[in-house]
């Protein structure tokens, strides 16, 4: 199937269009970047977003239990090892005292520790290089059928829950009040995060997965009044800003995931302006 | 005037039909018998009984750490109790699980949310689905019935504190609910759109029979408006009519 694409995708009439692994890259670009815009608009909202930057830390441990496995994918460890962080997280901040960011920072940095250790342990240090940065320009097409298949559960689940997920944000005594399960939909929406940061994390890199997160969001929240907008706003952004990022990082010859965080941070100054504006 | 009680019997019409058909009194009645809730070790209540009838405004005061909190979300199913709480109509008796209004002491909304109003009612009456074109004139309905009509594309963050509190209320009477809970919601708000928000309060119960159940700390501007008063400490204290136990509270203070 993606034989047929790319031979329309050669017709465009650029030097990039010519290469297969920069038409599997904005493939997997344009499923990656509303997937990320929208959970942004969640987790920024959620005050969540410290907890989808720990489990994007915590694939280095996720990577290095896939080594030590000798797992064929380590795309497997990073998605378990996520969810499992996301159901500790949330067994603790039901049933324990302590702050929750406290516990997130905790569970964050004992996974990146026992991801290096692991990893020198397995001497597989340098597979860090490709988790750390990201490598969008080396995805394959059976990684890209993977991403599809996460795509066709994650975005009809998402866009499904999207208001309970306000809701319950908004108020668990309100969403008590009409029935919902808040406890259920708060851990539904922490095994989201893990999962749309997990398998996103291999191609973005753990060090600019989580900007690519808050960014459209932020950017969104500046411009848009109401959740409607605010989506919208966020997806477009996200995509736009994802592609063009995309393409610098192809003539410059940069790092793809630092490269699209560098060009939403400059959108969303330039709408942080718009924001002062009104403001005052 | 006029016009606000003219819509309320518009509003009324569409609702107590259904209402009636269940019952005579037009809602129910909520029984609470031996309720106590532990927390950890320490008891939060302690072994209460209540008997709560529609129509009727209830003020349940206290010191802080008493309860009052603990009670409401008892009767939302939100915490775990030992005792039972049954809601029943008169007429059949029969145990049913009655529609519960909430409005709350404050939300968590963050001063940079995008959430409108309208945001507001659309999660919380559709959370799986559309807002539908019904549902929107459902909103409006409740919005003009507290005086909010013109605050639905306004952001939650933009608000001042009555507004705000105006629109919980109509957001919880959407749907028109047996029994309305109300926790502190007048703690941020001056004393007029305090005594605005009773006026109002009174109105509702009357036009839709309402059992109303208020936790408040303002005890004094309360006893104006409420038709009984409920003092709790963990046990019940005092349950009268808002004169007498504010005399009681007074002579115990005079005797200290």
Redesign the interface.
Known sequence: MFEQLFSLFTLLPFEWAQFQFMFLAILAILLIAPLLAIVGTLATDNQMTFFSDAVGHAAITGLAIATLAELETSLWGIVLYAQLIALVLFLLKRFSNIKTDALIGIIANFSVALGIVLLSYTSGLNRLNTILFGSILSIGSEDLTFLCISALVLYPLIIFLYKVFWLVSVSPTLAKSRGLNFALFEYVLLAIIALVISVSILWIGVLVLNAMLILPASIAKNIGVGIKKYLTYSIIIGIISSVGGLLFSYYFGTSTGATIVLLQTIIFMLTLLKNIKIKQ | MMNIDGKFKKFAGHILPLIQRHSTCYGCCTRIDHLSVLFGKSKILDDIDLHFHCTNFVTIIGPNGAGKTTLL?AL???VKYQGSITFSSFDAKSKSIPT???V?QK????P?????V???F???M???SLFNQQQKIKMQESLTTVGAAAQA?R?LATLSGGELQRVYLA??LTPLPNLL?LDEPLSAIDAKSADDFYQLLNRLKSSFDLSIIMVSHDIYRVAKYADRMIRLDKKIIDDDIPANVLKKIEEEQRNV
């Open positions: 979300k939302l199913g939100e519960i209004g909430y709350p939300l968590a909304i963050d940079t949310s995008p959430l409108t309208s945001d507001l659309a999660i919380t559709a959370p799986f594309g952001r957001l919880a809970l």
